[in-house]
């Protein structure tokens, strides 16, 4: 059972779509949130600090997207939540 008061942080309500996920033991929720310019923005300047990819790393990001991108055609990766768990 989770705590109404952790459903209030998280900022999730009845009928929110979830990624649910299953990590080290842990059962992780995120809820996908509408990217705003701001926040587009903040993402572009913070990879302008980042090194440069080469093209062994840039191969192993799309194999990782891939394979990422196939397993969610076989199995549905997102669920309606359906009141509190």
């Known amino acids: 059972m ?3 008061a952790v459903w ?3 900022r999730i309500n009845d ?3 979830l990624d649910v996920g299953y990590v080290n033991g842990l059962i992780v929720l995120r809820k996908r949130q509408p990217l705003t310019s701001a926040r587009a923005r903040s993402l572009m300047l913070a990879g302008c600090g980042l090194p440069k990819i080469t093209p ?3 191969a192993v990001v799309a194999g990782v997207l891939d394979r990422n991108r196939s397993r969610r055609r076989l199995t549905p990766a997102s ?3 359906s009141g509190r768990v």
């Open 2 to 4: 989770i705590p109404d």
């Open 8 to 10: 209030a942080q998280a």
């Open 15 to 17: 009928g929110d779509e």
């Open 56 to 58: 062994e790393n840039e």
């Open 79 to 81: 669920r309606r939540s």
